[in-house]
């Protein structure tokens, strides 16, 4: 195989670009000149473009007759996943944003009533000491009620009359 | 229905007719893609027969094409030439598919493959035939399989740049719009291609 050894890596590239049609005109003269000067380069080119002709003899398949048919029946069949209008589409997205702060919402109260502390709840709990708070107060210390209930000073008689 | 020819000239694609079927196929006019699939099926199967070497896989990748054109019609959008876009599917096609599949080669049956058994009478008939054959019709023949053989040596993308060039008359710019590469890498892909291709056919070419 003759080879064109003088060619550099570009020029080669530009040899098949030339021959493509696909040189602009300063490249183009410059392969038209190398041509004309080196008979390897005219060679190369001569051979580069009966190798590509050879790619004629290839036959080229055709599609069967039915194709077309056959192609429209299975994209008729296939889905379609219709373009929402425009107004749609804008429902679509107010309704997505109006479900998310719904959603926020609801958890967030979720995490307030699970985590944060109610002060109402405790203020119920101890509803009974905060009715008496009054009574509670004149009593110094539970001690004094516990020795009053042992003295037995305040037990009420057996036939249920104050004496 | 088109668009109009007012809008052509900020959207230059519009220009192309089968971008206008295709502007046609996406308002629901099944009519008009089905116009595309016949204009352009014999060119998908041609191409995928060179990269799959098998006319029925060629037919279902072409038909794929088809299908992925047809879901993407709404959100269509003309930003090339249909031909360019289109193949570029085609293109993500085929190397998905040789890369799954690997490549099958058609090899001809001989009558030296044909086992300890010897010949079948069908192989045997074939051998017969063939000996009946003008010598030209036997030459092109085997021309066929050498350049056939030269083509399946390249590399995937040289193949199909070369095709592209080839039988669809793809320039550069639209290779490269098509294979996602830059014009450069396109003439220097093709350049390659053709080398490799020349080396491989050196023989036929000198005799």
Redesign the interface.
């Known amino acids: ?1 003759i080879r064109s050894s003088s060619l550099t890596q570009k020029q ?2 530009d ?3 030339y021959l ?1 049609g ?1 040189l602009d005109e300063p490249a183009a003269k410059e392969i038209e000149r190398l041509i004309a000067s080196d008979n390897q380069v005219r060679h190369e080119a001569d ?2 473009v ?3 002709e ?2 004629d ?8 007759d039915t ?2 048919a ?3 029946a ?3 069949v ?1 889905p ?4 929402p209008t425009p107004m749609a589409r804008r429902i679509g997205v107010y309704a997505g944003w109006a479900a998310g702060l719904v959603l926020a919402a609801v958890v967030g109260f979720s995490i307030a009533n699970r985590w944060v502390p109610d002060e109402s709840r405790m203020l119920i709990e101890n509803l009974p000491v905060i009715q008496n708070l009054d009574m509670y107060t004149e009593v110094e210390n539970t001690e004094f009620l516990r020795e009053l209930q042992a003295s037995g000073l305040f037990d009420e008689p057996a036939d249920g009359t104050n004496q | 229905m088109s668009v109009a020819t007012s809008d052509t000239s900020q959207i230059p694609y519009l220009r192309d007719p089968d971008v206008q079927l295709m502007l046609r196929a996406q308002q629901g006019d099944d009519e008009a893609f089905a116009q595309l699939v016949a204009a352009y099926q014999d060119r998908l199967v041609g191409i995928f027969t060179h990269i799959v070497a098998n006319r029925e896989t060629a037919e279902d990748l072409a038909q794929d094409v088809f299908m992925r054109v047809y879901r993407a019609r709404d959100t269509y959008k003309p930003a090339a030439r249909f031909s360019t876009w289109l193949f570029r599917i085609a293109n993500n096609l085929a190397s998905n598919a040789r890369r799954n599949a690997g490549r099958r080669k058609e090899v001809p049956l001989s009558i030296r493959d044909s086992g300890p058994l010897g010949p079948r009478p069908q192989e045997k008939l074939i051998a017969d035939k063939s000996a009946l054959l003008p010598t030209r019709q036997l030459a092109r023949r085997e021309l066929c399989e050498t350049v056939r053989a030269a083509l399946d040596e390249l590399n995937d993308r040289q193949r199909m740049a070369l095709l592209l060039h080839k039988f669809e008359g793809m320039s550069y710019d639209d290779i490269a719009v098509t294979m996602e590469m830059s014009n450069s890498a396109v003439k220097s892909l093709l350049s390659r291609a053709r080398e490799n291709l020349r080396e491989k056919l050196d023989a036929q070419i000198q005799s």
């Open positions: 195989m080669r590239a040899l098949v670009a493509d696909e051979m580069l009966r190798s590509f050879l790619l003899v290839l036959p080229q398949q055709r599609a069967s194709f077309t056959q192609t429209m299975t994209v008729r296939s379609r996943t219709a373009k």
